[in-house]
């Protein structure tokens, strides 16, 4: 700025510094400009009267998006402490005229989606858009310059340099105002850039070029109308292209034949946190809280921050007193000292936090991190602002799914093989884990399979406001609820919350969420002690990977997940099956049943999709799930009931023979044995087991069984028998009617006299020979059912008996 | 007192360069005779202002500590290898009137460090007290010589003045190493030291006033935080750095295998060739259970309830080597570092034994190359 009084007023600026927003408003105090040109897209213009309206609360973001595809969007937020944002209030309140000089958007969004311009938007140190692909080999000019000084940090230079120095340079001390030339540093920083510029020329921000000109022109048109009495608010890095003296003509061509795209602007209300964010929309700012603390705090920043530290510390429980936060003050001032930088930092201060106020453990520290340094700041929007480019989203989807809001309660049930069902069902699920409501699933109608669902629909005013939150997520449905989940799934503590999420992500769709989410639920599995937690997370994992098959979504993750809880539960189960009192081992009962049938369902290593008894080494899970079993029916410590069970779900998976059956049987009932607690084991043996009521057949086909249990409840000591009593009667009462009466015959006729093979004395209702005749008839269906035409007799027989 | 501890010699391995071989008549100099070169180029160095008595500027402790190279050319040796930023919080914490806690599970360094720090900051660092459960307050204020006490009643003369004491007096830095195993009225007499910087001396009247350059580092093994905790009284007076395990696996399996070489050699077990990959697998179990995270980051696991420090590594992989030399072939194989491990992770035999089992089965048996490990303790794990 040497020609200050000549030509606009140039203020180079760090987006989103604190500092430079503090110099930015000294300068425009002084310099008092009629008009105030700000780096932002033009279309945001209509908008800039919003800004002063008194519910309009920063952090906000200016967002323009692709009118016909709003997944094509780009952000520009500003904070309180945006150098932007302060201009713009600034010239709102002194009734300066305020402009976007910025390329506009229709152009920048047009070039995102057109391949000749995938070189990006250029971010580095000039911000402002949003672009993934921006980390190319460019140069980042404030790294240029913390390296020729000597600093191997550039954000950590700027500070030094740039946004420390309103606060004056005395450490600690009161901030020097208006002792220096508000506009000395901004001349400053343009020299350093003018020379960076001649060495770099555009640094590989190709398109830079382009945006330079249409400020140029810009700026030229603003001086028409105003006369010199401009400033231009900007990225430093563009500072030197402004001031370069270029014809109108040269510019217009550089700007000729862009593409174009229509575009829709609107404020929405942005957050610290993704302020903080570095990919995506966020702006890559690591500290906004801090930043926020240095914009807002009027004195002496850091006694001030540190007493902010100490009260948050205060609210965790945590004892800090007043000379606590003397000596982190201290500790920061000299560890700055030593370090030879102005003032104490967020490193010092959070060096010295840790030193004075937390034993030296990151532990305390991490409770308050995010509220401190992240901040929990949320921003507002007044309703007068244009819709979200979600709402457009959402209403195009209701048309093309013939889905209308309606007031009035509706049912839907949807056949999800058909297309428009499923989308259906999955927009549903999406709006529902953005917290907009509009559809709950209802209870289907019963014996309806798993690929019909039935919701229930009514859309509240209300509902409005809340698409209009989630508009913070992203642009489209999809994205947003992609986002949400994501969210979810890393903020989410309990194991059962993230399972459910992974079924709602699967019902959604959301396959690019499902990795996070299935790295967080491997990592809550992993952390989490409680077997009986893990043994309730994994039928729903079971059950996912059911719903995949219908959905054709892809499970693979998924089902690698399921068998590493599976894996979890199998090391776990044993010692955690020991020391239970009555209660506990009923639960633990419902819980071996429920992984058993939920481990049957899970993938095989080999043969995927079969599930079942899949493979026989001890490789596979089903085979790891058999040796627990095997562990717990042989251990002592373990509940009757448990050991029964284990025997009893080996037995049925054909995994335990029968006469082994028998011994374990025997054992458990042998006279040594307390009585309750053998009755226990007999209800855990052939008592039903969750939707399998008919756990009595196996008295009824194995009499060796039936003779021990016969044996032993007519050993049982009269004192005992009254305690055993109800046991008994709750585990067979619960068979049907015919087993009851069947195992009532069985027992009447005394045991069998032919020793323990099967009953050779007819079951009632059959024979004891084979009726060959009667079996025969059945053979021609059976062939027709195998579809083996050709196949012998006797192979069938084999097969049939 | 004795300052040659376990922990002093774990210690030193982890801090990285052992410096100048000792010479002369001591077995183990003290730091400022081992190092009074680089101590003597730092001074001639070092034009940074610098606090009463100390004799150096706080920059020239840290780059003595972290090492560099001086304008002449000077090299100095690191010390300590570690973050920086701990060893900076550590120097100005001293600076300032506050005293230093360093926290560390064994093994990190945590008196090699205190030695260092007083030697560059006062040039000393024989002003030690070794915090034992039977430490009497008299190893902390003043204790009496009884003979004069009896020939001619209290008087200065009588006095035996501590270590601490001495510092006070003389500006220096003492040093207090195990503060936790003190026991705790022991403990708190450092309150009065801390705070108001005088030492009262009731029975003559009188009192030592602690002169500008005085502080305090205290020691502390961060698992007996139960034995002896510090009341919050005392805990306020300090201000509290941790000392990190090794940041990286190829660091660790230096001092791993150093260390066990040197061990090796004095119990004259035969070198074992190959048994750097054995290290490896150990330095990787160690850190993958401590950490509770496998090295790729991609898995979560438990960590058991044992500490897990480099220490504990290095002297399984010794007895491997034992093993190997007089039962094997004389080649580390993973049977015999095995049971070691087991050892180490399964301290609480219930809790500690699922935490085992499911890295077996997780991590362990899915990883390529570990077959036969995995044998082995499968082996010794049932």
Redesign the interface.
């Known amino acids: 700025m040497t020609d200050g009084a000549t030509g606009p007023l140039l203020l180079g600026v760090r987006h989103h510094g604190p500092g430079s927003a503090r110099a930015v408003r000294a300068a425009l105090d002084a310099a008092a400009p009629a008009a105030v040109l700000i780096e932002g897209p033009p279309e945001g213009d209509a908008l800039l009267p919003l800004a002063a309206d008194e519910r309009m609360r920063p952090p906000v973001a200016l967002l323009a998006h692709a009118v016909d595809d709003p997944g094509r969007a780009s952000f520009w937020p500003m904070a309180e402490f945006s150098p932007e944002w302060v201009a713009v209030r600034w010239a709102l309140d002194h009734g300066a005229a305020v402009r976007f000089i910025d390329l506009p958007a229709t152009h920048t969004l047009a070039m995102a989606g057109d391949p000749t311009w995938t070189d990006g938007e250029g971010e580095g140190a000039d911000g402002g858009e949003a672009d993934e692909r921006r980390h190319g080999l460019r140069v980042d000019p404030i790294a240029v310059l913390a390296g020729t000084a000597g600093y191997d940090d550039p954000e950590r230079w700027w500070e030094d340099v740039v946004e420390h120095r309103g606060t004056g340079a005395a450490p600690n001390g009161p901030p020097a105002t208006g002792t220096h030339d508000p506009l000395a540093v901004f001349a400053q920083l343009a020299d350093a850039m003018a020379a960076l510029r001649e060495t770099y020329g555009h640094g590989g921000h190709e398109r830079d070029l382009v945006r330079e000109a249409h400020m140029r022109l810009q700026i030229r048109a603003a001086r028409k109308t105003h006369g010199d009495g401009i400033a231009v608010v900007c990225g430093a890095w563009h500072v030197p292209a402004l001031t370069t003296r270029t014809t109108v003509t040269a510019d217009r061509a550089l700007l000729k034949g862009l593409p174009k795209v229509k575009t829709g602007i609107t404020w929405v209300p942005w957050t610290h946190r993704r302020l903080a964010r570095h990919s995506g929309y966020g702006a890559g700012i690591d500290s906004p809280g801090w930043y926020g603390h240095l914009f807002g705090a009027p004195d002496r920043p850091v006694e001030r921050w540190l007493t902010k530290v100490a009260g948050l510390l205060r609210d965790e429980g945590r004892?800090v007193?007043s000379?606590?936060v003397i000596?982190a003050v201290?500790?920061a001032g000299?560890?700055a000292a030593?370090?030879g930088r102005p003032l104490a930092g967020l490193?010092e201060t959070i060096?010295?936090v840790?030193?004075?106020m937390?034993?030296?453990?990151d532990v305390p520290l991490d409770l308050i991190r995010d509220r401190l340094i992240i901040g929990d700041a949320l921003g507002e929007v007044p309703d007068t602002a244009p819709a979200v480019p979600l709402q457009r989203d959402l209403t195009r989807l209701q048309r093309t799914l013939r889905l209308r809001p309606e007031a009035m309660e509706r049912d839907l049930d949807l056949d999800l093989r058909k297309q428009t069902d499923a989308a259906r069902s999955l927009l549903l699920h999406r709006l529902r884990l953005l917290g907009v409501g509009w559809g709950e699933p209802a209870a289907g109608r019963p014996g309806t399979g798993t690929f019909r669902e039935s919701w229930r629909l009514r859309w509240e005013p209300e509902l409005h406001v809340r698409v209009a939150e989630a508009g913070v997520w992203g642009t489209t449905v999809l994205a947003a609820a992609t986002a949400r989940a994501e969210s979810d799934a890393t903020s989410a503590t309990a194991l059962a919350d993230v399972t459910s999420l992974a079924e709602r992500c699967l019902l959604a769709g959301l396959s690019d969420a499902l990795p996070v989410v299935m790295r967080a639920l491997?990592?809550r599995a992993?952390?989490d002690?409680d077997v009986g937690h893990l043994a309730q997370a994994l039928p729903a994992l079971a059950r996912s990977l059911r719903y995949g098959d219908v959905r054709s979504t892809d499970t693979a993750a998924l089902g690698g997940v399921a068998t590493?809880l599976a894996?979890?539960i199998?090391?776990?189960l044993p010692?955690a099956c020991t020391g239970l009192d009555a209660d506990g081992a009923a639960e633990m009962r419902g819980h071996l049943d429920a992984v058993h049938s939920a481990i049957r369902l899970l993938p095989g290593p080999a043969d995927a999709g079969t599930g079942g008894a899949a493979g026989s080494g001890p490789q596979d899970v089903a085979g790891?799930w058999a040796d627990a079993l095997g562990r717990l029916a042989g251990r002592d410590t373990v509940p009757g009931v448990l050991r029964g069970r284990a025997a009893r779900l080996l037995l049925d998976d054909g995994r335990l023979a029968e006469d082994e059956a028998a011994r374990l049987m025997g054992l458990a009932l042998s006279p040594g044995t307390p009585p309750a607690e053998a009755a226990a084991w007999i209800e855990g043996f052939v008592g039903g087991g969750g939707d399998d009521p008919g756990g009595g057949m196996l008295l009824v086909h194995d009499e060796r069984l039936l003779g021990l249990v016969d044996a032993w409840l007519t050993g049982v000591p009269a004192e005992a028998f009254t305690d055993v009593l109800p046991l008994l009667r709750r585990t067979f009462s619960a068979y049907e009617p015919g087993v009851r009466r069947t195992l009532g015959e069985l027992v009447r006729r005394g045991p069998a006299v032919d020793g323990p093979a099967r009953a050779e004395a007819p079951v009632p209702g059959f024979a004891a020979e084979l009726d060959a005749s009667r079996a025969d008839a059945v053979l021609p269906l059976l062939r027709l059912l195998l579809g083996t035409e050709d196949t012998d007799d006797d192979e069938l027989l084999g097969a049939g008996t | 007192m004795p300052a040659t501890t376990e922990a002093t010699e774990a210690a030193e391995e982890t801090a990285g360069a052992p410096g100048a071989a000792p010479v002369g008549e001591a077995l183990r100099p003290h730091a400022e005779d081992a190092f009074a070169d680089e101590l003597k180029a730092l001074a001639a160095a070092d034009d940074r202002p610098r606090p009463a008595c100390w004799r150096l500027s706080p920059w020239a402790v840290a780059t003595y500590l972290l090492g560099g190279t001086l304008p002449d050319g000077t090299v100095i040796t690191p010390k300590y290898v570690g973050p920086r930023r701990i060893v900076e919080v550590a120097v100005t914490t001293l600076a300032t009137d506050r005293a230093l806690l360093l926290l560390g599970v064994p093994g990190t360094a945590k008196t090699w460090v205190s030695e260092h720090l007083a030697a560059a900051v006062s040039g000393d660092s024989t002003l030690l007290v070794q915090g034992t459960a039977g430490t009497p307050e008299e190893a902390i204020r003043y204790g009496w010589n009884y003979a004069q006490l009896l020939a001619h009643g209290p008087s200065r003369d009588a006095l035996v003045p501590s270590p601490v004491m001495r510092a006070m007096s003389d500006g220096m830095t003492a040093r207090v190493e195990e503060l936790t195993r003190i026991p705790a009225d022991v403990q708190d007499s450092l309150i009065t030291i801390l705070s108001e910087k005088t030492l009262p001396i009731p029975e003559l009247g009188q009192e030592v006033q602690a002169v500008r350059g005085f502080n305090l580092i205290a020691t502390a093994n961060d698992r007996d935080r139960g034995v002896n905790d510090l009341s919050s009284a005392l805990r306020r007076r300090f201000n509290t750095v941790v000392l990190p395990l090794p940041a990286t696996p190829d660091a660790e399996v230096e001092i791993v295998s150093r260390r066990v070489d040197q061990t090796g050699r004095s119990l004259d077990l035969p070198a074992a060739p190959e048994a750097i990959d054995e290290i490896r697998r150990v330095v990787t179990v160690f850190r993958e259970l401590r950490d509770g995270v496998t090295t790729d980051g991609r898995t979560r696991l438990k960590s058991p309830s044992g500490t897990l420090s480099t220490a504990e590594a290095i002297s399984v992989v010794t007895n491997g080597l034992a093993l190997a030399a007089h039962f094997g072939d004389g080649v580390l194989r993973p049977g015999d570092v095995a049971a070691g491990i087991l050892g180490a992770v399964v301290r609480d035999p219930a809790a500690d034994r699922v935490v085992w089992q499911e890295y077996l089965e997780t991590v362990v048996r899915e990883r390529d190359g570990w077959k036969d490990f995995y044998r082995a303790c499968r082996e010794v794990s049932v």
Do not use: K, N, Y
């Not at chain 1, 937390?358 to 453990?361: E, H, K, N, R, T």
């Open positions: 004892i007193s000379a606590h000596e201290r500790l000299t560890l030593m370090r490193t060096d010295a840790r030193a004075v937390c034993d030296g453990s491997a990592d992993a952390l002690a590493g894996l979890r199998c090391v776990g010692p790891r």
